[in-house]
């Protein structure tokens, strides 16, 4: 899994980047629903948690552009043609939900053999198609008998970029509603897999980018065939300072 992940915060730098632009209208919603996040008990009741919140449940990358699942970044996302840069949670929400999915459940990464048979992306694939850039991801490994985080990056690249799966979730009486996504991982390559860990986000192909985005008139065949399709590229690693590897290690929605 893709325990986190540091993103580029520069929407400017992402819009010139991908020839996207800001959904003004989509952020304009976000910080309306910032406004709220100290509303405990009226969050409880929208969101459908067993408490109110302990922390804000729109938060956003950290000063470092560090994200963990629950946390908000943003994602590319075409409509009409044209690409938008959209805030979205990092961890999905489906569309209908009474309740925040548990925690013990991965909802945050879509693994590539489940895209058709696993519903909750079965839904969503060919459908609810995103992409999400970041800089380098973190994962959990054994590593000499000790649990240690790592941290992994593509050599000769800024950023990399993972096809995910959205949706948007709305509260009952709809006053509050967000977007949510997943990102999409596959078997990782040897160096990744020689540190020790099975799984890594899909580095698409930049020239997939757009048929990854507007699935419409090709098969379920042929957008996972696109997904075979990745950036050669060789990841370095790091092994994150043990002092900081606490600072959060696990999550709560509910």
Not at 16 to 27: G, L, R
Not at 50 to 67: H, Q, V, W
Not at 157 to 172: I, N, R, T
Request: proline share 6%; hydrophobic share 30%; glycine share 4%.
């Amino acid at each position: 899994m893709c325990f986190s992940v540091e993103v580029e915060k520069e929407l400017k730098k992402l819009a010139y980047q991908f020839k996207a632009k800001k959904s003004k209208e989509d952020f304009d919603h976000f910080y309306e629903l910032k406004a709220h996040e100290k509303d405990g008990e009226w969050l409880k009741q929208q969101l459908g948690l067993k408490r109110k919140p302990a922390s804000s449940p729109f938060k956003e990358a950290d000063p470092e552009g560090r994200i963990f699942p629950g946390t908000f970044t943003t994602v590319i996302v075409e409509e009409d043609g044209e690409r938008l840069l959209k805030p979205m949670r990092y961890r999905l929400r489906p569309y209908k939900s009474k309740e925040e999915i548990p925690t013990k459940f991965n909802v945050y990464n879509a693994r590539f053999d489940s895209l058709e048979s696993r519903q909750t992306w079965r839904r969503l694939f060919m459908k609810k198609h995103g992409l999400f850039p970041f800089k380098r991801f973190f994962e959990w490994v054994d590593y000499k008998g000790a649990r240690r985080l790592i941290k992994f990056s593509p050599e000769n690249h800024e950023l990399m970029w993972a096809p995910c799966l959205w949706d948007y979730w709305e509260s009952k009486d709809g006053s509050l509603g967000f977007y949510s996504f997943a990102l999409v991982t596959d078997d990782p390559p040897w160096e990744i897999q020689n540190m020790g860990h099975d799984r890594c986000p899909i580095f698409l192909k930049e020239e997939c980018i757009g048929d990854w985005l507007s699935p419409a008139g090709k098969s379920k065949h042929e957008i996972k065939q696109l997904l075979k399709q990745k950036e050669d590229v060789r990841y370095r690693y790091e092994w994150v300072e043990p002092e900081t590897e606490t600072r959060q290690t696990s999550f709560s929605l509910n």
